[in-house]
Each structure stands twice: as C-alpha cells, then as structure tokens.
C-alpha cells in the first residue's frame, strides 16, 4: 500500500516520509505518557505524594508535547494529501499517457475516469484522517505491551499472544469485504459511464424510447450499484463487530488472568503491594486495549481506501510498448505484415492467424470482409494500437516495434469509425492534425473533406464552436470534420476505418473523390463497405475469420465467384448499385 503511495507521489514521497516519522513519533510518545500512569499509581498508592507530583508534572508535559505533536502529524497528512492531488494525478496521467491506444476500451476509460476523481479524493484523505490513529493505534499498544510485561509476565504474555491473533483476525475480515468492494467500486465505474453516456446520447435514446429518454439502461446500472452497495454494507458492518468483539476477547483474556491472579493472592493474602501492582496493571490493561478499538474501527475504512490504492498500482502496473533502444527510420511509405497472428489475451481465441499481406507504397488497399474478421484489428497493428502475437508488421521496411513511437505516428494520420472533436472551434480541431497549420491549408483540407459545405451556413465559419465532444454537429459533421483533420496531417500512411459509414450519399461521392486525388501519394489502407470506395482499390483483401481469402483487383475477385462476388452480391441488393461492365474498375448508382 505504503509502495503505490511513494509511486504515486514521485519526488513529493519525501511529504510521505516525513508524515511518517512524526507518526510513529507521536504514537511512541503516547505510548510513553501512559505509561507514566504506572509510577504515579505506585506513588499515590503508597502516600509518596512529592514523587507522584513530579510524575503528574512529567504526565501533563507529555500531554502538552502530545497534543503539539499531533497537530504537526495532521499538518504533515494534509501535505501528503495535497501532494496527491497536485502530482500523483499528473503523474498517473503522465504513466497512461505511455500505454498503447488499444488499452483505452470502454472498461479501462471508465476505471481510470473513476479512480481520477473519487479514487484520488479518497487517497487524498489517507493521511491526515485514517492512517494517524491507525499509526497511533498499532505503535501505542507495543510501548504499552513492554510496561505490562515488566509489571507483570503473565498479564504482558496474553497481551502479546493477542496482537498476532488480533492481526489475523483483522486481515480475515479485510479480506471478507474485499471482492464485495472491488465489486462496489466496478458498478460505480459503471453507473459514471452510464450517467455521462444517458446525457450525451438524448437524442438517440428519445428517439427510440419516447418521454423517458431511455432510462433502462442507467436504471439497471443503478439497480446493480445499490445491490452492491448493500452486499458492501452488511458485509463492512459484520467485518466492524468481528473485530471489535476480537479485541474485546482480548480484554477479557486479560481480565480473567488478572482474576486468577487476584484469587491466588487473596488465598495467600493480600499486601499493600500486591494490590498497587493489580492496578497498574489493569490500567496498562485498559489503555493497551483502547488504541486496538480505534484500529479496528477504522480497518474498514482502511480496506475501502485500499482498493482505490489497488486500483492506482493496477493502472500504474500497465506496462507501455516497449520502446527501441536505437529507433530505426523507415525508408518509404510500405507496409508488409509476416505470418501475424493477434489475439487479445492469453486466454483470448485468435483474432488475426498467419496473415501476410505487401502494400507498395502510394497504392490504395481495401479491407473487406463480415463483421469479426479482423479488419479493424489489422488496421491498429499498422498504426501499432498493440504488438502483434506473433509474425511482424512493417512500415517502410522497419518493424513497428523497431521505430519509436514519434516515427511511427509521423508516418501514420487515421480516420476512425467513431468520430470524436475536442471542445473548441473547428479550426482547432483540424489543425490537431497539424498545429501550425495557415488558414489556407486549413481551408483547403475542410474542402477535401466535404466541410466546406457546413462552414458556408455557419456564421462564424471555421471559429465556429463544436461543444464538448462535437455536440453541437451531427455525426456526419462530426465525421468530416475528422476526416479534414487526418488529411491536413503531412503524414505518407492514411488508415481509413469506414469513414463515409456517416455519411449521405453526395459526402460519401466527395470523399471517395477525395481518396481518388489521394491515389499515388499517400498509401492508403481502406476499411469500407461503399463499393464505389472498395472498387477504385488498386488491391483488395478479402478476410474471413482472421484470415485472408482473397486478394486482388476488383474485376479478378468479382469474376471468381468467391466471398467477393458474394460481397458484391449483397451490396447490389442493399444498395442497388450496378457495376459498370466497360471501365471495370468503376462503380455507378
């Protein structure tokens, strides 16, 4: 736990460290000052009124200093707090920054969205509210531990057989609790998706649902949350009686060992002695228990922070791709993939088996095939979203895992299926694609995109503002505008994942017009369904359950009969489109 917190914390652990000291100071210190209750009892039991005076003078000093210290300590706990909130969020988002594109699904967005904003609260806190009085609670008792033993074995011994016992018993009911959390904290993830997804998607959701806006969905997740909550909090609250009845066990210990004591002394007669003794003892005894009761109050406390720390180590634990100790500089805009199989996970089936493919460079590839055939899979192994399984991919004759990460994405610009713009103009989010990008080129770029139609009826133009992930644009706006981007990026290789899926039949003409002019300049690796996007390819590639089954120009695959002409076949039917027999290569409506 200690480990992920100085991960988190980076240069600001020394915060952490010093926190620390002070803590276990201030723990020992109170131990010390109970501790001189055994004196002034000896002295005020047996009419040393001088002697237990400089022993209560002694007791308020250690009072004074205690209460000093531990302000100090919850000063120290506030530094380590904001220290986690001011660096430790920066630092997990530097670690995330590094990790492949393709660990960034739905599951792992929504878990680091989650422990970014609640998690990192709850870490914050830590310090100054739950490990001082757990410091205190644990380091206390130990100094007690050692007074007891001196004043009497018997009752020292139990109190030392007790804390192991009490540790195990406390680790048992962390760990009864800790899948029911884990549980919590997933469905909690889950409802934050669900939450922003409802207010996003209104539109959508009114469409099909009426008045309602399409609450099943939130519902459920909220349903789910609430049973979890509640296995959560009858699981905490017998976690918080089994440990506070295990301390109480061992009071009980002590005082049944204290009374057989008792007994054996009243059968061979009391002495002034012997009764001072009893009652140091029994007061050693009620303070040793007392810190153990805060320790146990505050272990369920403990064990939901904790899974907000193992949730942190888990996303710092996520290794980036591994990066060349010597990058080397492709040589062209090429791309081979050799004998590659992927699959998602160990225990994951095959996604992609023994595929090899050569795309020469300025040429225009189409990726066809049924939904789960790889196609999109393929498409991120080029642009390196993860390492291949097996085989290699290549670009410009370099394996990917060769080049370094700024090489790759400079050979690389991606249109992607799903569309996303950053808050800000539209201008602002075509020139992602190239920062200092004039107005020209940005223009220019809109033009090719089929943006400039959608700038000409908006009166701001290009500083026109999109909103908060393109809310203010429809889809196919949205999808243009992405488009625009990816081509004013200078880059040789465009990968292009149904981009025109969007899009109306005159947009969908004006980008393939788009990716016609494209020809012969850039490599163009093409996933779509349009035929007239799929039959200006200079090659097709035809995948089937993670292989390739065909390949080739679009009047050969058309005239084999095979999964191509079977392509065709449906498309015409959906579509009504008619092959044009003269050109071969064309496609009309």
């Not at 810190?291 to 290794?319: K, N, W």
Request: aromatic letters at 6%; one cysteine or more.
């Amino acid at each position: 736990m200690l480990g992920t917190f100085v991960r988190l914390l980076g240069d600001d652990a020394v915060f952490l460290r010093r926190y620390i000291r002070l803590a276990l100071v201030y723990g020992v210190l109170c131990g010390l000052t109970i501790v001189t209750l055994v004196p002034i009892l000896r002295h005020l039991l047996g009419n040393q009124l001088e002697a237990a005076g400089q022993w209560l003078a002694l007791l308020a000093l250690g009072v004074v200093v205690c209460w000093y210290l531990r302000r100090r300590v919850e000063k120290a706990g506030i530094a380590v707090g904001i220290a986690v909130l001011r660096g430790g969020r920066q630092r997990l988002g530097e670690h995330v920054g590094t990790l492949p594109v393709g660990w960034f699904n739905a599951a792992n967005t929504a878990r680091l969205s989650h422990v970014t904003t609640q998690g990192m609260m709850e870490i914050a806190q830590l310090p100054a509210h739950v490990f001082t009085p757990l410091f205190t609670g644990v380091v206390t008792p130990l100094v007690i531990l050692v007074a007891l033993l001196l004043v009497d074995l018997r009752l020292g011994l139990v109190a030392l057989v007790s804390l192991p016992l009490l540790a195990l018993v406390m680790l048992a009911t962390m760990r009864l609790g800790q899948r029911a959390d884990q549980r919590y904290q997933r469905n909690t993830a889950q409802t934050s998706q669900r939450m922003v997804e409802f207010a996003q998607a209104q539109s959508v959701l009114r469409a099909f649902n009426g008045e309602q806006g399409g609450t099943r969905f939130l519902e459920l997740a909220v349903a789910q949350q609430q049973q979890a909550a509640r296995k959560l909090i009858q699981l905490s609250a017998l976690s918080s009686v089994l440990n506070v009845w295990a301390v109480q066990a061992s009071f009980a210990a002590l005082l049944v060992v204290a009374t057989l004591w008792l007994g054996e002394q009243a059968g061979a007669g009391f002495d002034n002695a012997t009764v001072i003794a009893t009652l140091v003892a029994l007061v050693l005894a009620t303070r040793f228990i007392d810190p153990l009761l805060d320790v146990a109050g505050y272990s369920e406390v403990l064990r939901g922070t904790r899974g907000q720390l193992q949730a942190v180590a888990e996303l710092l634990a996520v290794e980036p791709l591994p990066e060349p100790a010597a990058p080397q500089a492709p040589v062209d805009a090429s791309v081979q993939l050799e004998q590659v199989g992927f699959r998602y996970g160990d225990d994951q089936p095959e996604v992609l088996r023994e595929v090899s493919l050569d795309i020469a460079p300025g040429s225009m590839t189409a990726l066809v095939g049924a939904s789960g055939s790889g196609k999109t899979t393929l498409v991120r192994l080029i642009a390196r979203f993860f390492d291949v399984t097996q085989g290699r991919v290549k670009v410009g004759g370099v394996d990917v895992r060769q080049m370094s990460a700024e090489q790759l994405a400079g050979q690389i610009s991606q249109i992607f299926q799903d569309a996303y713009l950053f808050q800000g103009s539209i201008a602002d989010n075509i020139r992602l694609g190239k920062p200092d990008a004039s107005e020209a080129e940005v223009l220019e770029a809109a033009r090719l995109a089929g943006v400039q139609e959608i700038l000409e009826r908006l009166p701001e133009g290009l500083h026109t503002p999109v909103g908060e992930g393109g809310a203010r644009l429809s889809g196919g706006e949205r999808q243009r505008i992405s488009i625009a981007r990816a081509l004013i990026k200078d880059a040789p290789i465009l990968l292009i994942d149904e981009a025109t899926a969007a899009l109306d039949a005159e947009n969908q003409a004006a980008i393939a017009e788009a990716l016609a002019r494209l020809r012969g300049k850039r490599t163009l690796i093409v996933i779509a369904h349009q035929l007239s996007t799929v039959a200006m390819a200079d090659q097709i590639v035809v995948l089937d359950e993670g292989r390739i089954r065909e390949q080739g120009a679009h009047a050969q695959l058309a005239a084999e009969g095979g999964l191509y002409a079977h392509f065709l076949e449906q498309r015409r039917a959906a579509k009504g489109w008619r092959i044009g027999e003269a050109a071969g290569d064309g496609v009309t409506a």
